[in-house]
DNA sequence: TTGAAAGCGCTAACAG
DNA sequence: CTGTTAGCGCTTTCAA
């Protein structure tokens, strides 16, 4: 048999015996019920405009018929351009990022954009392979936060490809340093010291700071910053960080050591919520009242932190949003492929989303 | 120009002006590099036992020279097999379902399969809209959590069109319904009438059910099946189920009502954790202790029930294992794609995990 | 063990 | 407005 050119459709083509309705109906099998020519049902769905209202109507009704379901991957590989968005997040364990995930999905969608999600656990390593798979994916761009933008191979790569991406919580440095980055972020500096400067004037001058480790987390260390300008700036100590290895066990240990020391802080400021909650928690089994005792300053804003008695107090990031807007502005990167890092080179690259303070709660005057 | 046969790499074809390295770079460029065809190449990645060991190298060689990266979307399109699993869940922010889906992630990855999820809100509209989205992506199968599983259009689209899914958390009746519906859950109604009546072991006798929306989740209904299960078994008034709409906000006025009732509850059972730490606080604002005054028991056992102080009381699900075994069980049937049915139809369709109970915490004798 | 050839399902020039 | 035609990048018979 020559090469020859079969019909549109293939009858005879290995069929599963399984009649799975939608599954195995094509756009030609469509075109032919409908009398058109492929190129035609194609358009149907894709530039509905270019088509005849009534051969358009045609082609659904047969569609419908045949519960035809298109199969974007045939549709991806031609346009070379899957519309699929790749978002890689520390965990979801965190709601931080649970959160901030629900503003990605939504926006995405709405938009007509897939998504794909892997998440890094804060390892360099596992950041590398998952973003190495969300390529191999041809995502057409990404949405991820790494653990140190300032120092992220993964960030070298994609810039060395030339794959659009928009970090989200990672907060690029505003501006000067040359770097074409983008970012949606709250400010996590200067949201920090204000928080601490709440502390400070509540009356607080021993006040220490709990973070998670900050090889894992560049905004642990942009707000430990925080807290030193505005110690600093009230000629208060600053005192050394406590590192706590885990966000979800008991840190009991770690804490007692620091209250039991003569000069036990009134305060203290952790800079995340999940980690405050933690701590409030080992406070309290040392048999010490949150904020009568000590206060506890959390720093994300996590719903959980509201619903909790008494309320964390806090600084609130509006995670939905974040990922809302890294979304936004990634769909504006990749709309305007053409010259993309030309096109918008004089919008700040650096996205600062507002914040705000929740106090009350668990901050309060010192003992 | 007749319908030539063009060489496999056609070097004129549309290439971007950027030079963006592995972008662009297909298999036929390794091929032509390694001097080897294209279907050689294709064969040092799909089936590396069907090509000598020194021609693979030089294919491998010439990958790594010109960083291919392989385009999944053309392997994908030609296998008629994605190696795509679909996840619905129902939201992520709560933790339940974001520990789930670490374990989703992981037995996923490691068995060199792909993600793709999607969340339904508890909407079953918005089930549908997005499961119809997951097989557009010719998903192989899917793992998913419904609003209600004994009534689901989704999951009977899913049945007529013969697409293999695993429902996790949702549980479908233990046999003799000739249901083929595949899950893996805890014992729902069994773990709820265990946690209940350890709360009447405690000594409690007034125990009210504090749950979300029935029609939002089967799992709730079961729960309190589970409830009452335990009190008639012990003569005890069955109280009607309190019916919150929302775990993110605070239900106080709710709370109120019923513990200004002369005849007060001494215990709650929640139908989450995430609404059982709602309803402590809500307690605690109406001036009452946990457990001095009130008991409260949760369900669900996420890992920050067991960070507050004092513990949350609960009833534990393995949620990162739900999620594992859940994949698992798919990665079996999709395996097997000859006769699935057949093949383990006398296995148990529905896998239940063991719960465990984790008391003290919250739940204390009745004051 | 390797190569040639035929598509997977869809889109997009290019003609008509 | 519609049809013809040539692939997107890869896998897989079928032959050699």
Known sequence: MPPSRRAANSLQSPRLASAEPGHGVTLADVALAAKVSLATASRVFSHPQLVREATA??????????????????????????????????????????ECWRGIEESAMSAGYSLMLVTSNYEPARERERVEYLLRHRVDGMVLTVADASDSTVLDQLDREAVPYVLAYNQVAAQGTGSQRHSVSVDNRTSADEGVKALIAAGHRRIAVISGAFTASDRARQRFAGYEDAMRANGLPVLAPVNLPSHTASNADQIRRLMADGTAPTAFFCTNDLLAIGVISDLKRLGLRVPADVSVLGYDGIALGGLVEP???????????????????????????????????AASQALLLPHALRLGGTVGPPA
Chains 1, 2 share one sequence.
């Open 57 to 98: 109507q045609r082609v659904h009704d047969a569609a419908r018929r045949l519960s035809f379901r298109p199969n974007l991957l045939g549709a991806k590989l031609r346009a070379q351009q899957t519309r699929i968005i790749g978002v890689m997040l520390p965990t979801l364990d965190n709601a931080v990022f649970a």
């Open 311 to 345: 309320p964390l107090a806090t600084v609130v990031q509006p995670n939905a949003d974040i990922g809302a807007q890294a979304i936004a502005r990634l769909l504006r990167r990749l709309g305007s492929a053409g010259a993309p890092q030309l096109a918008d080179a």
